[in-house]
């Protein structure tokens, strides 16, 4: 699997809409450049923040430094309301690469990911059966990845997110692949995701029909 941060257990069903994402003078570099500095935003319980700029901006450095992934030079990543530690159980992180096993097929790769990322229950989490119906999938929950399309691939990398409730998304390019259908989808779950108190912060070239989101623009020398 790729790109999967390490998180121990699934955060109680009462407790996201205390949470607050806080970010102060962020510096991350990347390649042995620094790629972003002085970076500081917040986020609250049922917000979305649309990062944008050109390539090389700093989009995806920052989604992976907000995930744990790469290193600060400097400033501070905190969520306000979670237990010491606790943090990255807080997040799902869905990169470019779906993280899927080819040879398992749709729903062994979410029994995995519920698996993976289980702990202690939360009534948001969605059965990975229910999950696959969510995204449009159901009828091929016993078909190997291997065999579908980069679209279904990540459809069923977004199933991810609903099989182990986390209140803060980070998503790069989501709608990467997706047909028009398939991100009319992908809206409504990040609706229903903020509605219950959940957050986002997606990078995107494309328009994600996330409203009242706030933008972040990175600069190219960002």
């Not at 607050?20 to 935003?41: D, I, M, T």
């Not at 997110?161 to 409504?188: H, K």
């Not at 108190?197 to 933008?215: F, Q, V, W, Y």
Request: proline fraction near 5%.
């Amino acid at each position: 699997m790729t790109d999967a941060p390490h998180h121990r257990s699934r955060p109680h069903a009462g407790r996201t809409s205390a949470l607050r994402l806080r970010v102060e003078a962020l510096a991350v570099a990347r390649g042995g450049r620094r790629v972003l500095s002085g970076l500081g935003f917040s986020l609250s319980a049922g917000e979305a923040l649309i990062v944008t700029g050109r390539n090389g901006a700093g989009k995806s450095t920052l989604l992976r430094a907000l995930a744990g992934l790469l290193p600060r030079l400097a400033g501070r990543v905190e969520i306000d309301g979670a237990p010491a530690g606790e943090e990255a159980s807080l997040l799902h992180y869905l990169a470019h690469a779906d993280g899927l096993k080819a040879p398992l097929t749709a729903r062994e790769n979410l029994d995995f990911w519920a698996q993976f990322l289980g702990g202690e229950p939360d009534r948001r989490s969605l059965e990975p059966g229910e999950a696959l119906e969510r995204v449009g999938l159901a009828h091929l929950a016993q078909t190997q990845v291997a065999m579908l399309s980069a679209g279904q691939k990540r459809r069923i990398a977004l199933a991810r997110l609903l099989v182990a409730f986390r209140p803060l998304w980070l998503l790069d390019e989501p709608t990467s692949a997706l047909d028009a259908a398939s991100r009319a989808r992908l809206a409504r779950l990040m609706t229903e995701h903020r509605a219950v108190g959940g957050m986002i912060i997606a990078a995107t070239h494309e328009p994600l029909g996330l409203e009242d989101a706030r933008e972040l623009a990175l600069g190219a020398n960002a």
